[in-house]
């Protein structure tokens, strides 16, 4: 095949991975021509800045989904870490400690998550179910339910920016580019993949499935961390209520950045779409002046439409396996393999 | 492949009592489903020795009316889960149809009309959410998600947030007091349970159900209408989630969108607890009766040893876990048992 | 099968003891007091979450609790209307408190707990926030949340004297009670001011990023806004770091400073009132609440009527004028 | 058949085994698995390793693989003992070719091929350029048609059995163990890989070859090692043993050679298909099938034989028409063939035959459930009759089931789990029963027992479809064989005509 073809087809191909593009560009079109204050850089500055929490999240929940796992723990890990970055036993530490150790609290966090996952049999829905009780609960405990403000030095990392552009944009364009990176380019990025898209082949190469499984959960874990060091100090503050629900919003973006659910298929790229289309339709409503439970259902129909276009998607590659001959169990979704299987 | 073995096949083809009688015990069937009564024995004893009154009849009728709303709302998920699926909108449709109910009472002030009307809101939004699952084929567990953002928010917008209430004094009497000073919701459970276990396996259509969840391939070949079965499974989950937040209205002697949202977690935790299978095609409402009362306990024992509210968290995580872990070591151990 | 048993017991045995050992600790805080109980009586409380203000308002419950001697059993339902339900209803009939002290996570579900108490002969005591039906409710002191609004109003109507004031409004969760009050009390006042002029209101539901996201959004949609009305003390640190991040955090006299009042009067106003980067905090008289609650039960238990049976406490105003005189008497600023 | 054996490249005795399995015992749960293994291979030998399922064909694999640990005994690789797990048999230069595709659908061809070594050399990342350079080569030397970045997901069975190849010879190892290699390919795939596996062996490479084909067997192996319950029963130069020999040698016993006797056809009609597409490449197939007669359908892999049979049991497309004895058929809905009284044996027994695990019983009643209902509309079921017919059902095919009917159809042999996704469908006499490789992966012994059981089925009027990539199979026991080829019906012939070289040329776009 001639060079022409393989970009040719390595184009396509992008187009195909990440169809969320063009819709975040209308998007940002359509809100642009309707309120002029919209299409101005500070606002752009604004989305990025409140987008950066949640896409460094979600690139860690992208790789815990992409083994055909979950993590429902994400919000409380949010939430235990900020607890811990506010905790006594380090308050008063010089700054680049206080983060790595949050960090590396967070990654214990992820650890415990992924050991669970894989020694045990409990689906991943499960313990994270359980963990996110847990994780809760001991932010709970350190914090007493306080509200606790955050000495100066810890704010910078929520606030502060370097060459015009905000600390977080920064760190969430960083994880991005390096989420991207060891997803495509080091073997455990590959391994997460191949874990994801078939498990018994993995086992049958002697890939080290559970140190993967482990790994992949442990970044999350150690994101998510990262997630609430940017959040935290942007509300320059802990609050007892930080990160419910966040678990959900985090999923949505991966989902919604065309990652499926099965494992196997995805990009950090569409994650990073999917975060900022969540953010953008967000910035919007409350431009538009509307009810915020107005949010709740727009996102709601936005993530309905993108599994529906995914699972179209699936069907397609699906049929093509079955006319040649084999079949094998359906990934779409079980209910219409007299179609797709 | 002897041929002694083939005829002990013969042998068995004589439909006797106790033949019959191996053949049940012989699977996995309601001596599992029993499985986790132990712990919650366990459990009870360890707790009334460490609390006063937790034996008492009043507080039991308390743990038993207080479980009231989540074990109603877990037999719809159960027979969900049964299908290999699960259902996150669960908490959402119960402030839906709560709201929805509610506000014909407290309007029209007619009792029936506003129990029918909750009963249709939750039904009609399950068979919504079913047709999207099983017709569309769309992974459950994106898309109750996608109707837990649209629902709770749909509610929440059309009652302005606001709580309607009251509702009148005859309907809050429901969950407060009964037969034998039972409240009429608790034997409402007992009721329901007693019927969706028979549903579950000495029907057709609980059959079904399983077969869903064990095989869909297999069920369609066999020719069992999977979507039709796929889609009622929603259906019949969002009619006991309306059922669940009648009687939390009636509870709460009023009803807001949000009421049912802290509830899914008990829900879903409950069912797992109680030992059915995530991935489908095993369980039974006697395992999901046991996970509700267990959490009911726990919580119950635990706020009467005046067990700060996020220690009560770290506990109930911890027990979801290790019942669900004790539940996969065995079926762990089986899956190699039938390899071999 | 029967290593599934053994395994069930496994789990269940561990964890009971993990249990034990759970609260082997916090048992012997809170549970000793209901063992002790037998003459001392015993206030059941139930709050609807912990924060600042709620933490001091435990506070005083438990120290007017002290001093009239008696012993107090803590419970907090985070936020879920139910559980609360649950734990009065485990207060009245297991623990047999005589007398319970809530408050309400929802003003109208927290009905179907005060009947039960009447029905027990238990006096329930509501604080903070309003319960809708009355009847079956010994004593209530709350805040005055329109009266709040009115006065952040009235400090908004003096600084308007000076400068035309345009407005970002903050207003807190929708489904609850007190932040429709301290919105529509604010609101009412400035009907028809030609000076101020609301230009965004943005629903926070309480949720301090949702404060965050929500100001910086207006100040971008809006960047003349030069006044902020921020319904409660906890949401200030969200709409502060929305401002630095804006450059538009600014001491008063500044040209950039942008008027801000609060209600509440935690550590948070206080602090910003210091700094002078906050111009007003209502502060809500929490100390009133413990007192004038115990004090009611003590006359509910000895039989007798409470009167008034509903208090509703004004918020005293602290602002830049008044705070070297009154700052003292706001909780915030006494820890 | 067995007249054209390869009698070259007998191992000289003085090659050191590549491949040594030194009395090898393992058991599962108390089961014996295999029990004092032994037996070598060396360079430049392909030994065929045959044996009836679950005689420890795929025991003795895994073993040797590393992913299953012996409990006594001791496998050794030119000399070397191996250590436990997967690593040890791929350092020591043992590569397996697994049956069931061991592939990541989602990852490229080259990462597949690589998945052990995709880090580039000298760097710490993984690089397209390099595992497309390093999979190349690999790939035209199996002679694959598809590049090193095509996603595994596209590609058809044959092309990932390549694959799976392909990413045994890239270690380029010293031995290789092939299990079942052709067992879902089409003619033209298994002559490519017979051929590669050949080109091995005149390589020297040391080639254990599991397969249930006894053909490739005589073709490709020197030495067969038999198994049968776990022991060695035979290991002697192929040309010492004849086909008939091998049988009873897999079985213990001697079979009842060739085929049951059919009796002739009636005369009226039971099935007619006209026009009949799957929306896919399958179209334009029209044939009828008269009550009692059995019709095989022969073809390629992927020439369409399975489509035609979910078309028709209304499992795929609804283009074309389906008469059930004169009276049309609903197309795309299964319900309506089960009601015609069609029934559907799948090639896919352990995802479509039954379930795995709920009881036996559950799976022999679900076909109709309702006759096992004391009332049909509110479908409430009765133990007892459900009993009774399951038992029924179980003794009609001859069902061994050791642990009752209440245990999980997982814990039957492959033959036995084939018998009840037959068994389910005799509740009433089918008017037509559609099988789809019904004898696939299962051993001598139930493969006759269920021979018997289509013939006599078809003696009583039953119509049958068969499916069946074994050539001799379709022949023996089929009235006519309609011949696939390229999702079309090239040509029905009648028993007198067809042959195997007849049913070749058609299914290969020859002319009658």
């Known amino acids: ?341 | 492949m002897e041929p002694s073995a083939a005829i002990s096949a013969a042998t068995t083809a004589q439909p006797g009592r106790l033949a019959r009688l191996r053949d049940r015990t012989r699977h996995v069937g309601w001596l599992a489903d029993l499985a986790m009564l132990p712990a919650l024995i366990v459990l009870i004893l360890v707790l009334s020795t460490m609390t006063d009154g937790l034996l008492t009849s009043s507080n039991l009728i308390n743990v038993l009316s207080q479980s009231a709303v989540v074990a109603i709302a877990a037999i719809g998920a159960t027979f969900v889960i049964l299908t290999g699926g699960i259902d996150l909108s669960t908490g959402s449709v119960i402030g839906a149809s709560g709201v929805a109910s509610a506000w014909i009472i407290t309007s029209s002030g007619n009792l029936a009309a506003g129990i029918a009307v909750g009963l249709f809101t939750g039904t009609m939004i399950g068979l919504v959410v079913g047709a999207v699952v099983a017709r569309l084929n769309v992974v459950p567990f994106a898309v109750t998600l996608a109707a837990l953002y649209v629902v709770s928010g749909g509610t929440t917008l059309l009652s302005h947030g606001k709580t309607i209430a009251p509702v009148p004094m005859g309907f809050i009497r429901f969950s407060i007091d009964g037969p034998g000073g039972i409240p009429y919701a608790v034997w409402l459970v007992v009721l329901l349970y007693v019927i969706a276990q028979v549903v579950l396996t000495r029907t057709a259509w609980g059959r079904r159900v399983v077969h869903v969840g064990a095989s869909i391939e297999v069920a369609r070949i066999s020719g069992v209408n999977v979507v039709r079965t796929g889609t009622s499974v929603y259906a019949v989950a969002g009619f006991f989630s309306a059922i669940a937040g009648l009687v939390l209205t009636s509870g709460l002697a009023g009803a807001g969108a949000s009421m049912g949202n802290p509830l899914l977690l008990n829900i879903v935790g409950a069912v797992v607890l109680g030992g059915t299978r995530l991935s489908g095609g095993r369980g039974s409402l006697l395992r999901t009766g046991i996970g509700v009362l267990f959490l009911g306990f726990l919580s119950n024992g635990m706020s009467l040893l005046g067990l700060q509210s996020y220690d009560q968290l770290i506990v109930t995580g911890a027990f979801i876990f290790l019942a669900a872990s004790a539940d996969g070591l065995f079926r762990w151990r089986r899956r190699r048992a039938v390899r071999g | 099968m029967n290593r599934f048993g053994v395994a069930r017991y496994v789990a269940a045995v561990a964890v009971a003891s993990l249990t034990l050992a759970g609260c082997g600790s916090s048992a012997s805080s809170d549970g000793s007091d209901a063992a002790t109980s037998a003459k001392k009586r015993t206030i059941g409380v139930s709050f609807d979450l912990l924060n600042a203000i709620r933490q001091a308002e435990k506070a005083s419950i438990q120290k007017a609790a002290e001093a009239a001697g008696y012993s107090v059993v803590f419970d907090v339902a985070d936020q879920d209307a139910q559980k609360q339900a649950s734990q009065i209803q485990d207060l009245i009939q297991t623990k047999k408190v005589d007398a319970v002290i809530v408050i309400a996570q929802d003003g109208q579900q927290i009905a179907s707990s005060a009947s039960l108490a009447k029905a027990r002969k238990v006096p329930f005591l509501a604080i903070d926030r309003a319960v809708a039906d009355q009847q079956n409710v010994t004593f209530q002191i709350t805040g005055d949340p329109v009266a709040d609004g009115k006065a952040v109003a009235d400090e908004f109507l003096a600084a308007a004297k000076t400068k035309p004031l345009k407005v970002l409004e903050l207003v807190g969760g929708l489904t609850d009670q007190n932040a429709i009050g301290r919105r529509d009390g604010f609101n009412a006042a400035l009907a028809g001011q030609p000076n101020i002029t609301i230009v965004s209101q943005v629903p926070t539901d309480w949720n301090p990023t949702q404060a965050l996201d929500g100001t910086s959004n207006a100040l971008q949609k809006d960047p003349t806004i030069n006044a902020i009305y921020i319904p409660s003390d906890f949401l200030l640190p969200s709409v502060q770091s929305a401002l630095t991040a804006a450059k538009k955090l600014a001491p008063i006299g500044d040209p950039k400073h942008i008027f801000m009042v609060t209600i509440d009067g935690d550590q948070n106003g206080c602090k910003a009132m210091q700094a002078k980067t906050l111009d007003a905090d209502i502060a809500t008289p929490v100390e009133e609440f413990g007192k004038q609650a115990i004090a009611a039960v003590t006359t509910a238990v000895g039989g007798k009527p409470v009167d008034p049976k509903t208090v509703q406490a004004k918020g005293l105003t602290l602002n830049q004028a008044n705070f070297a005189t009154t700052s003292s008497q706001v909780w915030g600023c006494a820890s | ?512």
């Open chain 1, 1 to 341: 095949m001639n060079p022409a073809t393989v970009v040719h087809g390595r184009l396509r191909a992008g187009v195909r991975r990440e169809p969320l593009l063009p819709v975040l560009v209308i998007l940002l079109l359509a809100l642009a021509a309707s309120f002029q204050e919209f299409a101005t850089v500070a606002n752009f500055r604004n989305i990025a800045v409140q987008a950066s929490p949640l896409i460094i999240a979600a690139v860690g929940m992208t790789y815990v989904i992409m083994t055909a796992g979950i993590d429902l723990s994400v919000g409380s890990m949010l939430f235990l870490a900020a607890a811990i970055e506010s905790s006594q036993a380090i308050v008063g530490l010089p700054t680049a400690l206080v983060f790595a150790a949050v960090c590396a609290a967070g990654a214990l966090m992820g650890l415990l998550n992924g050991v669970a996952v894989a020694f045990t049999q409990v689906p991943a829905l499960i313990v994270t179910l359980a963990t996110m009780q847990v994780f809760r609960g001991a932010g709970g405990h350190i914090t007493g339910q306080q509200n606790i403000n955050l000495p100066a030095n810890l704010l910078g990392i929520g606030t502060g920016s370097l060459l015009g552009v905000p600390t977080p944009v920064l760190l969430a364009v960083a994880v991005a580019l390096a989420g991207g990176f060891v997803f495509s380019r080091t073997t455990f990025g590959r391994y997460v993949q191949a874990v994801g898209s078939s498990p018994d082949a993995a086992a049958n190469a002697g890939l080290p499935v559970r140190s993967v499984l482990v790994g992949a959960y442990a970044l999350a874990g150690l994101l998510a961390a990262v997630a609430s060091l940017t959040q935290t100090a942007r509300l320059g503050a802990v609050q007892p209520s930080i990160g419910q629900g966040y678990e959900l919003t985090v999923i949505t973006a991966v989902v919604l950045g065309g990652t499926t659910l099965f494992g196997g298929r995805g990009s950090i790229g569409g994650t990073v779409l999917g975060a900022l289309v969540l953010t953008t339709v967000q910035t919007g409503l409350v431009f538009s002046g509307a009810s915020p439970y107005i949010f709740d259902i727009v996102r709601g129909s936005v993530l309905l439409a993108a599994v529906l276009a995914a699972g179209a998607r699936w069907r397609n590659l699906a049929h093509a396996v079955r006319l040649t001959g084999r079949r094998r169990p359906s990934r779409d979704g079980p209910y219409n393999s007299a179609t797709s299987a």
């Open chain 4, 1 to 512: 058949m067995f007249e054209h054996l390869h009698h070259d490249g007998e191992p000289t005795a003085r090659q050191p085994a590549v491949i040594a399995v030194g009395n090898v015992s393992k058991s599962f749960g108390g089961i014996s698995a295999v029990d004092g293994v032994s037996f070598t291979v060396s360079g430049g030998e392909v030994v065929a390793l045959v044996g009836e399922n679950g005689a420890g064909k795929s025991t003795i694999k895994n073993i040797i693989g590393g992913t299953l640990r012996p409990d006594s005994g001791h496998v050794s690789f030119g000399g070397a003992p191996a250590v436990e797990g997967v690593g040890s048999a791929k350092h020591s230069g043992v590569a397996t070719v697994h049956q069931e595709t061991s592939l990541f659908p989602d990852l490229t061809v080259a990462e597949n091929i690589l998945i052990d070594r995709l880090r580039s050399p000298g760097r710490a990342t993984v690089r397209a350029g390099h595992l497309r350079r390093a999979a190349t080569p690999v790939l035209q030397r199996v002679g694959a048609g598809f590049g090193p970045e095509a996603i595994v997901r596209d590609l058809s069975a044959g092309q990932r059995q390549l694959v799976e190849i392909a990413k045994a010879l890239a270690a380029d190892p010293h031995a290789i163990v092939f299990d079942e290699p052709t067992a879902s390919l089409n003619l033209v795939e298994r002559e490519l890989i017979m051929g590669i596996v050949e080109q091995l062996r005149a390589d020297g490479v040391a080639v254990l070859y599991i397969s249930h084909y006894l053909e490739e067997i005589a073709r490709l192996s020197q030495r067969v090692v038999v198994l049968r319950d776990g022991r060695v029963v035979a290991d002697r130069p192929t040309g010492e043993v004849d086909r008939a020999r091998l049988e009873s040698l897999m079985v213990g016993r001697e079979l009842a050679q060739g085929y049951p006797p059919l009796a002739p056809p009636r005369d009226a009609k039971a099935l007619s298909v006209l026009d009949l597409g799957d929306g896919g490449r399958v179209s334009g197939v029209s044939f009828d099938i008269a009550e009692g007669e059995i019709f095989g359908l022969a073809g390629l892999m992927g020439s369409g034989r399975t489509e035609v049979a979910r078309a028709i049991f209304g499992l795929a497309g609804d283009i074309g028409r389906v008469e059930v004895s004169g009276r049309q058929l609903r197309r795309g809905s299964v319900r309506a063939c089960i009601d015609a009284e069609m029934a559907f044996v799948t090639e896919d027994r352990r995802h479509e035959g039954l379930f795995l695990d709920r009881p036996i019983r559950e799976s022999l009643s679900i076909v109709d459930l309702d006759s096992v209902c004391r009332s049909r509309r509110i479908g409430w079921l009765d133990g007892g009759s459900e009993h009774r017919l399951t038992h029924e059902l179980a003794s009609k095919v001859h069902l061994v089931a050791r642990g009752g009917l209440g245990a999980d159809g997982g814990s039957l042999s492959g033959g036995n789990q084939q018998k009840v996704a037959i068994g389910k469908w005799l509740v009433k006499r089918p008017r037509l029963i559609i099988l789809d490789e019904p004898t696939r992966g299962i051993d001598v012994g139930a493969k006759a027992e269920i021979y018997r059981l289509l013939v006599d089925l078809a003696r009583s009027g039953t119509s049958i479809l068969l499916i069946s990539s074994e050539m001799e199979e379709v022949l023996g026991l089929s009235h006519r064989v309609g011949v696939m080829h390229d999702g079309r019906l090239a040509g029905i012939l009648d028993r007198s005509q067809a042959t195997q070289e007849s049913v070749i040329r058609l299914a290969t776009g020859g002319a009658p």
